[in-house]
């Protein structure tokens, strides 16, 4: 049985959000139940010169959108990076999860052989579609969703690994 494209990255995204905003929500029953500003965790950051929880979150929902887009040869929805609230970074991920479930399979027939550009910082890199999944668009995403987990965690949410892997 030959795997898609669609598969890889589609079917691999949308449950890996879903359970983003399940983290989430553990974030903010954290917050409550400890009676902190849930805000302490939208900021946090584990050196200073890393992102914070919230753009690893708009990351994340950048690389899966904006991935598929391209593996679909379709422009991406863009998104204001505004987010300032644990609910306005589940409206992203949710934003995000209907944007994906939104592009049809057969949108990525052949998108193996796809040339996709990704524009970074003063350059753009190009290869197909095959490597840019898996070489670029995966990496980055589980980069992004690994950060947001360890940031959490640091800050005392109760977490483990089941609830990344969603088991």
Same mark, same amino acid.
């Given at each position: ?20 905003? @399940? $983290? ?6 954290? !917050? ?6 849930? #805000? /302490?965790?939208?900021? +946090? ?39 300032? @609230? $644990? ?6 991920? !949710? ?6 479930? #939104? /592009?049809?399979?057969? +949108? ?39 950060? @947001? ?19």
């Amino acid at each position: 049985m030959k795997i898609s494209m669609y598969t890889m990255s589609v079917e691999t995204f949308v449950p890996a959000l879903t359970r983003l905003s @399940t $983290l989430l929500d553990k974030g903010l029953a954290h !917050a409550t139940a400890k009676k902190f500003d849930p #805000s /302490v965790l939208v900021n +946090a950051r584990l050196a200073p010169d890393m992102f914070p929880l919230s753009r690893q979150i708009q990351i994340a929902c950048d690389v899966a959108k904006n991935g598929s887009a391209r593996l679909a040869g379709q422009e991406a929805p863009r998104f204001e990076d505004k987010e300032a @609230t $644990l609910e306005e970074l589940r409206a992203r991920i !949710a934003r995000t999860i209907e944007y994906l479930k #939104s /592009v049809v399979a057969s +949108a990525f027939d052949g998108s193996e052989d796809r040339d996709i550009k990704i524009p970074v910082r003063d350059r753009t890199l190009e290869m197909k579609g095959l490597p840019y999944l898996q070489t670029w668009a995966l990496p980055n995403f589980y980069f992004h969703l690994v950060a @947001t987990y360890a940031l959490l965690r640091h800050n005392g949410v109760e977490i483990g690994k089941g609830d990344f892997l969603g088991i």
